[in-house]
């Protein structure tokens, strides 16, 4: 591997050649702030907030975009870098209600994150202001246009992961604004309402229709999970306050799906609190399901168990595992089946 030695900050470093400015920096420690880059999409350099300075360059470069080269001289955070910060954080509120006392994204705003850390309460380029209606088309995100910064990720996401192209860049200029084929609300659109646009956007733009007053992100305890749809076994982080479940938000360290997820998995977890759900078990008594314990369902069930096996033999038992459980729980029914029954009488309904 071609290795490249540069300096950042007055210290050397070795990367491969082909590594980004941003990405060496950060192997350094040092963080440089970005809205429209995300590893886990194409980089389009859009944003400018990474810009850095670099020794020779006549212009800052995006270090998202710019690939590391040998003997580079770079400036994360010179004054020429910083003031240059301030004024894309400036011109990017310029358009922007800044409601952060009521905006669901409060505390978890990347764009309010680098306002603070530079220090920008107010933009010096006063001028007109879009209000655009809020998207309320559907029961699963709400769309806030006004709080977009464009810096484009829900679009590369819906591009990129879910190949739906259902959202872009419309119209120009001033009027240019993120909003699917024919500016139509999301419900008339071609949404597959998978979410994972608004797991990827920065701002309070895209939000979970289903946290919408539920509290405060910071108050959310997040709890990592496996989706029970399907067999896939994606994992999410389900967001709880109070014990009560409030949303489901990605989790970056899943293994399976990374951030990405589907409908059901993002939207579809308040079955839990459907009031038709079963809570306890139910036995069969004079013909009629009937209230039982734990205890007394699994007693009941075991004695059955072994009374089948005792009169008929173990290959009179079977069983037929689901994929909806977890690799776990399916690891237990076969072992089980083959340990406690003595049959290797197992199967799973996505075998095939
Ligand atoms: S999107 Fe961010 S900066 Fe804008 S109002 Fe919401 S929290 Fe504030
Ligand atoms: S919810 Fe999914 S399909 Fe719909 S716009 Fe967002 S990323 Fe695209
Ligand atoms: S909606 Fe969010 S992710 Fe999409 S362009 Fe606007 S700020 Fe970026």
Same mark, same amino acid.
């Given at each position: ?34 809205? @429209? ?9 859009? @944003? ?24 580079? &001289? ?13 004024? $894309?954080?400036?011109?990017? $509120? ?5 409601? @952060? ?5 409060? *505390? ?15 933009? =010096? ?5 879009? #209000? ?15 709080? +977009? ?12 992961? @879910? ?9 120009? *200029?001033? #009027?240019?604004? &993120?909003?699917?084929?024919?500016? &139509?609300?999301?419900?008339? =659109? ?22 919408? %007053? ?15 749809? +399907? ?7 389900? #967001?709880?306050?109070? !014990?009560?479940?409030?949303?489901? %938000?990605?989790?970056?360290? =899943? ?12 939207? !579809?977890?308040?079955?839990?609190? #459907? ?7 139910? $036995?069969?008594?004079? *013909?009629?399901? &009937? ?16 009374? $089948?096996?005792?009169?008929? *033999? ?39």
């Amino acid at each position: 591997m071609e290795l490249v030695k540069l300096s950042i900050n007055g210290k050397e470093v070795e990367v491969p050649a082909g590594t980004t400015i941003l990405k060496a920096a950060e192997q350094m420690g040092v963080n440089i702030p970005r809205l @429209c880059y995300d590893e886990d999409l194409s980089s389009v350099g859009a @944003c400018r907030l990474c810009v850095v300075e670099v020794k020779g360059a006549r212009a800052l470069v995006a270090s998202c975009a710019t690939a590391v080269a040998p003997a580079m &001289v770079v400036e994360t955070h010179s004054p020429a870098v910083m003031e240059a910060r301030k004024t $894309i954080l400036e011109l990017l $509120i310029a358009n922007h209600p800044l409601d @952060c006392l009521t905006c669901e994204k409060n *505390g978890d705003c990347r764009l309010q994150d680098y306002c603070y850390e530079y220090g920008v309460k107010e933009s =010096s380029f006063v001028g007109e202001k879009h #209000n655009y209606e809020i998207d309320d088309s559907n029961p699963f995100i709400i769309r806030d246009n006004n709080k +977009c910064i464009l810096c484009g990720k829900c679009v590369r996401a819906c591009a990129e992961w @879910c190949v739906t192209n259902n959202i872009d860049f419309a119209y120009r *200029g001033f #009027n240019t604004k &993120v909003t699917p084929f024919w500016d &139509v609300p999301y419900a008339e =659109s071609d949404c597959l309402f998978c979410g994972n646009c608004v797991a990827v956007c920065p701002t309070g733009a895209l939000t979970e229709k289903q946290m919408h %007053t539920k509290g405060r992100r910071w108050e959310f305890e997040k709890v990592k999970t496996t989706c029970p749809f +399907c067999g896939t076994g994606c994992n999410f982080d389900l #967001n709880v306050k109070d !014990g009560e479940v409030v949303g489901v %938000t990605s989790n970056p360290t =899943s293994a399976v799906n990374g951030r990405q997820l589907c409908v059901k998995g993002r939207f !579809g977890w308040d079955f839990i609190y #459907n009031e038709n759900r079963l809570k306890t078990p139910l $036995i069969k008594k004079d *013909g009629k399901f &009937v209230e039982a314990s734990w205890d007394e369902a699994l007693d009941l069930v075991a004695t059955r168990f072994k009374e $089948i096996k005792e009169k008929n *033999g173990s290959d009179s038992f079977a069983a037929l595992s689901s994929a909806r459980c977890t690799n776990e729980e399916n690891f237990l029914v076969q072992k089980f089946t083959r340990t406690v029954m003595g049959t290797n009488s197992v199967d799973h309904c996505a075998r095939t």
